[in-house]
């Protein structure tokens, strides 16, 4: 596609449900990274995959976040048991490569994850 | 401490006038750097990416990065509201793939 694009836009869901989170990168696009956002606050790494593999997955805040990526395409975050905390916009981003300190990363919209 | 730092601000411009968004960063290895401008509800937008020592415009915005000083800044010219955003530097360390990110400068315009 043209640019990153994550479903859905927004989420709300009851305390305890799992819930899981789409993000499909630009076209090409090897390296793939999730952030969260909570509100006035800044982008906090969750993890970051090099085509399938995710070398990086210490951003992840509890075994209740997980993440998985196939076909060097799309991604999906899972969150089980969802707490109130997690409450958040979850963003994703693409970049052509990361073994390239020039490469730009470009964002999706996000999903908006209300826990309530 | 923070690798990368940026004052929260808000920051207020008038209309028409310069912004001057500065960025310093504590990795001397880091290589890239980069700008990114976030509307309030929305995600952040790629404004400008910057490697090499000096000055690199794009339209009504220049980059400036000093190694030396280990600081990156990002000038607006002409400011207008619709710039009003929070503002995030951004650095990777050679070919790391991590990005370090700043917690970002709100900046307002006000006509």
Known sequence: GAGVSQSPSNKVTEKGKDVELRCDPISGHTALYWYRQRLGQGLEFLIYFQGNSAPDKSGLPSDRFSAERTGESVSTLTIQRTQQEDSAVYLCASSLRAGQANTEAFFGQGTRLTVV | ?111
């Open chain 2, 1 to 111: 401490q923070k690798e990368v730092e940026q004052n929260s601000g808000p920051l207020s411009v008038p209309e028409g006038a310069i912004a001057s968004l500065n960025c310093t960063y504590s990795d001397r290895g880091s290589q890239s750097f980069f700008w990114y401008r976030q509307y309030s509800g929305k995600s952040p937008e790629l404004i400008m990416s910057i490697y090499s020592n000096g000055d690199k415009e794009d339209g009504r915005f220049t980059a400036q990065l000093n190694k030396a000083s280990q600081y990156v800044s990002l000038l607006i010219r002409d400011s207008q509201p619709s710039d009003s955003a929070t503002y995030l530097c951004a650095a990777r360390r050679g070919s790391n793939y991590q990005l370090i990110w700043g917690a970002g400068t709100k900046l307002i315009i006000k006509p």
